[in-house]
């Protein structure tokens, strides 16, 4: 499961709402979950084209697992930093497969 979340480029920190984070942070899941950014155009009309031999999708997206992370309940949103070495690639997506097929955090 993943939550996939939408900003401009001038948006670094996400704020997700409390019901996303307690989804998000819980532990004990049969599926990993994990937080994917997507950061699109100011123009969102630039971010995908498409024609009968490709779809293209500009910019790129980050990805966090929040597993076990504490957050504050009291607060109805909160501010999520997601590092920027985290890219959510083929690779890292095959990568974050095969150490959950081991067991692992994503």
């Known amino acids: 499961m993943y939550i996939l979340s939408c900003a401009g480029q ?3 920190p996400v704020r997700r709402q409390e019901k996303n984070l307690d ?3 819980t532990e ?5 979950r994990i937080l994917v950014v997507v950061l699109v155009p100011d123009e969102v009309r630039e971010w995908l084209k498409q024609g ?3 779809m293209s999708m500009r910019h790129c997206g980050y990805w966090m697992s929040l597993r076990g992370v504490l957050h504050d309940a009291d607060l109805t949103s909160q501010t999520v930093y997601i590092p920027r070495k ?10 974050m497969m095969q150490r959950i097929s081991r067991g692992e955090s994503p």
């Open 28 to 32: 004990n899941v049969l599926v990993p």
């Open 10 to 12: 001038r948006r670094n």
């Open 23 to 25: 989804d998000l942070c």
């Open 52 to 54: 009968e031999r490709e």
């Open 86 to 95: 985290q890219m959510f690639t083929v690779e890292s997506l095959r990568d």
